[in-house]
DNA sequence: TCGATATATTCCGCTATAGAAATATATCTG
DNA sequence: CAGATATATTTCTATAGCGGAATATATCGA
C-alpha cells in the first residue's frame, strides 16, 4: 500500500501526527484518536504496511515511530505542481502589494 | 471533498497530472487515461468537487484546466513533517560522500 | 429540424474498508 | 502458575467507491 493510500483515512493523518510529535504506544494513540483498540491496532497495521511507522518491542508496549521516508513520494507528486502554487502565491502577493501600496 | 480524498484515486492523479501539462477536454482525457468516458466524467466531477480543476465551456466541448490551490492542503499537511524528510536526505548525502571520498 | 458529437448522470454489481465485538497472543507481576 | 495488562487478529455488518452499460442532456452542422 503507499503513502497515498495510507493518508487518505483523516484517523491515519491523525495517529501519524500524533507519532511524529512524540513515538507512542497504542494505548497511547488510543487515548489521542478517541478510537477503540483494536481499530487503532488495525490503522496502525496498514502504516506499517506503508512503512510510513517503524516499531520498537518494548516488553508489553510497542513503541511506534515515525519513518517519514515514503512521505517522499507525495513531495515527489507533488513537485510539478509546486510551480503553479508558486506563481499562485506570487500572484497574491502581488495583490496585497496594491493593497497597502498605492 | 479535500484534496487528499480526490487524490487517492490513483487514475484522479493521472487525471489531474495530464491537465496540469495542458488543459484538456473530456475525450483527450479519455485516450490518455485509458477509461470510458463516464469513468473519466465521473473521476472528473470528484476534481471539481475539490475544486482541484475549473471548467470552461467551449461549445459541446469542456475544457478543464488545473486549479493549483486546494494542492496547499497536502503542502500545509506535510510542513512538519519536511524536517524529518531533510534530516533523513542530509544521512543520505553523507552517506554518499563517504562512498565517494576515503 | 435531424443526426452526430461531447459530456454528464443513473443504475447495477463488485470489491474494499471502517468500526465494533469477541477472541487470541504475548508479556508482566505476584 | 494465575491473573492482569498490552496488543493483534478475526468475524461480522454496513457503507463507500469504482467501472461498465445504458441513458439523458446539450450543442454543433447540414
Redesign the pocket.
Known amino acids: 500500500m503507499d503513502a497515498f ?1 495510507a493518508l487518505v ?1 483523516p ?1 491515519r493523518r491523525l495517529l501519524l501526527d500524533a507519532i511524529r510529535v512524540r513515538p507512542s ?3 497511547m494513540l488510543v487515548e489521542t484518536a478517541g ?5 487503532v ?6 502504516l506499517r504496511q506503508a512503512k510510513l511507522v517503524t ?1 520498537r518491542p518494548d ?4 513503541w511506534y515511530c515515525l519513518n517519514p521516508a515514503p512521505l517522499q513520494e507525495l513531495e515527489t507528486y507533488l513537485e510539478p505542481y509546486r510551480q503553479f502554487l508558486n506563481d499562485r502565491l506570487d500572484g497574491l502577493e502581488r495583490y496585497l502589494d496594491q493593497m497597502q501600496a498605492p
Open positions: 493510500t483515512e484517523n504506544t497504542v494505548n478510537l477503540s483498540q483494536p481499530a491496532s488495525k490503522h496502525l497495521k496498514v516499531v516488553g508489553q508496549k510497542r
